[in-house]
């Protein structure tokens, strides 16, 4: 079979320059005899991918130096328990934008450790959008407002970084990092899962302002602590080490494609070209809110359930597959991260096009 144009929201596609490159490298590594998943991560030759990728990461991410990056396991769940552990410190309250499934899930873990604050909640609209500065009533007594700037599963995203005052601004990026430049100055975290966009499952990657490192709960669990893992350098156990090396492999191939402004410009045409569709299109509608559309997942529907379904099925059996909606937000999504080729997205529009004139 050939390779189909893959649209899951995650794991997602790879670059297949990448996968033909793990590949011509799977059983030996240079001359290292072995493979990068047999190397002992305390191993010298396993300590430069290490030390390279992690180099690699912040040149293309463009992280200043104000920032450490740090490798976790746990997925971006994870760091749903981590970021109120770690940054609380003496405050008992942190604010939380609800615009979603992860966000409300980031929300609730919270609970557990503090009392947060919901500042606005996209719920009663379906999630349809992303609240404007004017809407969100941020406390300067949280110790951190939580955003999550893309919004996998309803097809939304912050197309503006919130204003917060003296409160540091921590985003869960998972389904947009590595698509974009971003100012990471202007947040105190960023974490994101690393399977949407980055890399094969198994991590987190965090950016964290140094100035909120040492406001960790005693409690932390030590597999949760920045502080410990940024003394360890990510190394306090085994990290996930084949996922750290494919990561540095998909930098290498962000970095043949012009960066992030190479992966913004293509991100945009791709996006567009959706959109554009779907806006001209009388049986398919667009289900986000204009200002509030994401560029990463494209959520659409029919408005009949079956001709939803007859579409997934269909697209399916033309190599367009996963294009079915998150079982919450029904319908069909999109998700076109850096892997998707323009080709697949020119091909899905096509398929659109045909499916409309057939189904009308
Ligand atoms: C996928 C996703 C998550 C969950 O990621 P895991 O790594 O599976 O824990 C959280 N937030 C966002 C925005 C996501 O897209």
Not at 48 to 76: C, D, W, Y
Not at 165 to 190: C, H, K, N, Q, T
Not at 318 to 333: F, I, P, S, T
Request: aromatic share 10%.
């Amino acid at each position: 079979m050939e390779r189909v144009y893959n649209f899951s929201a995650g794991p997602s596609m790879l670059p297949l320059s990448v996968l033909k490159k793990a590949a011509s490298e799977l059983t030996q590594y240079g001359d290292s005899g072995m493979s990068v998943m047999e190397m002992s991560h305390r191993s010298k030759i396993y300590g430069e991918i290490f030390a390279k990728v992690k180099a690699s990461l912040r040149r293309v991410l463009n992280v200043p130096e104000t920032h450490e990056i740090i490798f976790m396991q746990g997925g971006a769940t994870a760091q749903f328990a981590a970021v109120p552990l770690n940054l609380l410190g003496d405050r008992d309250s942190a604010d939380y934008a609800l615009t979603g499934v992860f966000s409300t899930n980031a929300y609730n873990e919270a609970k557990k450790y503090c009392s947060p604050r919901v500042v606005f909640s996209g719920e009663a609209e379906g999630f349809r959008r992303i609240p404007n500065q004017e809407e969100l009533q941020l406390s300067d007594r949280a110790a951190y407002f939580h955003i999550c700037s893309n919004n996998t599963i309803y097809g939304t995203a912050w197309n503006y970084v919130p204003e917060t005052g003296s409160v540091p601004l921590v985003a869960d990026m998972s389904s947009e990092i590595l698509s974009r430049p971003v100012d990471f100055s202007r947040y105190g975290l960023v974490y994101a899962g690393v399977q949407k966009n980055m890399a094969p499952a198994g991590m987190a990657v965090v950016i964290v302002d140094k100035a909120l490192i040492g406001k960790e709960l005693p409690i932390t669990p030590t597999i949760m602590s920045y502080a410990k893992f940024i003394k360890a350098d990510s190394m306090l156990n085994t990290p996930p080490t084949y996922t750290i090396y494919m990561l540095g492999l998909v930098l290498d191939w962000v970095s043949d494609h012009g960066g992030l402004h190479g992966m913004n410009a293509l991100r945009r045409e791709r996006s567009d070209m959706l959109y554009d569709y779907l806006d001209s299109s009388s049986l398919f509608k667009p289900v986000a809110e204009v200002s509030s559309r994401s560029m990463m997942n494209v959520t659409f529907r029919t408005g009949s359930e079956e001709l939803d379904a007859k579409f997934v099925k269909e697209a399916a059996a033309e190599g367009l597959v996963n294009l079915k909606g998150h079982r919450l937000a029904g319908g069909m999504r999109a998700s076109i991260y850096n892997a998707m080729p323009v080709e697949g997205v020119y091909k899905l529009v096509d398929f659109m096009k045909k499916f409309e004139r057939e189904n009308r």
